[in-house]
């Protein structure tokens, strides 16, 4: 390992991901940053993804400074894959990634001069979406801008803003100081499908917060077999459920007991299955 480079590591998230998941390790290996770890978490995926990760390492695995494939035999959902990941970590700094995303070449190395200049900060970088479908890409990069003006927020707003809704691009947020994971005791395994909107509130409530990485570091892909394309019903069934058991009270601690009285409503229908839209 480079005396002055710190190690990152970075996880990729596995799940029937055959179709893209060597776009994205190929993206890893392509990076300018020189010590990386590579940790790659399969979730029981029924497809060939584990064979083509091993055939993959086979070839690549020497280019990092230790390379790993952790094949669970039990589906736990991202949250959970993400956690065994971090018990094999070694570096200052875990980066995630899905196995359908790409980084540029220099996503590392500006993740973490970033975080060296920033102390305490959680970084968002910029996203270039695509996607192999023809649709409509304007919604979601409306939503990512919503994010970017998030990021430039002082902590206490970016709570309360938080608090409201999810304002996180999770792949451009997911690059974090070990220290930060380790003070939030990792990933909350109660939402399977839920990995990052927890986790960023327990960021926030620990005195840590997040900042603009002004540039397009991570190929997010949009497609309709992503989770947030396949799973929308279960998706607002776990936020509800996270609703009621985290933000509700995170709300009244921080002055907002009106928002969670008035946001109950909604959660109580969606727990109801009256609807899922708002």
């Known amino acids: 390992m480079s005396k002055e480079c710190k190690l990152v590591s970075i996880i990729i998230q596995a799940y029937n991901s055959s179709a893209t998941i060597e776009q994205t390790l190929n993206s890893v290996k392509e990076q300018t940053y020189p010590d990386i770890e590579l940790i790659i978490s399969d979730d029981k995926s029924s497809d060939d993804t584990v064979s083509i990760c091993k055939e993959w390492l086979k070839e690549n695995g020497h280019k ?20 065994r990941a971090l018990k094999e970590v070694t570096g ?12 540029t070449p220099d996503a590392a190395q500006e993740y973490v001069k970033y975080c060296e200049d920033n102390a305490d900060t959680v970084p968002i970088a910029r996203v270039e979406l695509f996607s192999d479908d023809i649709c409509d890409l304007s919604p979601v990069n409306n939503y990512c801008e919503e994010c970017y003006k998030f990021a430039l927020l002082e902590p206490k707003e970016q709570l309360k803003q938080l608090l409201i809704k999810n304002r996180i691009v999770a792949p451009a947020a997911s690059f974090y100081p070990i220290e930060v994971l380790k003070k939030c005791k990792g990933f909350d395994e109660a939402y399977r499908l839920m990995e990052d909107y927890p986790i960023n509130l327990k960021i926030l409530t ?11 570091l991570i190929y997010y892909r949009i497609s309709s077999n992503s989770v947030t394309g396949s799973s929308m019903p279960l998706l ?17 601690q921080n002055k907002m007991g009106w928002e969670a009285l008035k946001q109950s409503r909604y959660w109580i229908k969606i727990l109801l299955k009256k609807g899922y839209d708002r």
């Open 206 to 216: 620990k005195g840590f917060k997040f900042g603009l990485l002004d540039k397009k």
């Open 236 to 252: 607002k069934m776990t936020e509800a459920k996270m609703f009621f058991r985290l933000k509700f009270w995170y709300m009244f």
């Open 92 to 103: 200052q700094y875990a980066c995630f990634l899905a196995a359908d995303d790409c980084m």
């Open 64 to 83: 990092f400074l230790r390379a790993k494939l952790i094949a669970s035999d039990i589906n736990t959902g991202i949250s959970g894959s993400n956690n």
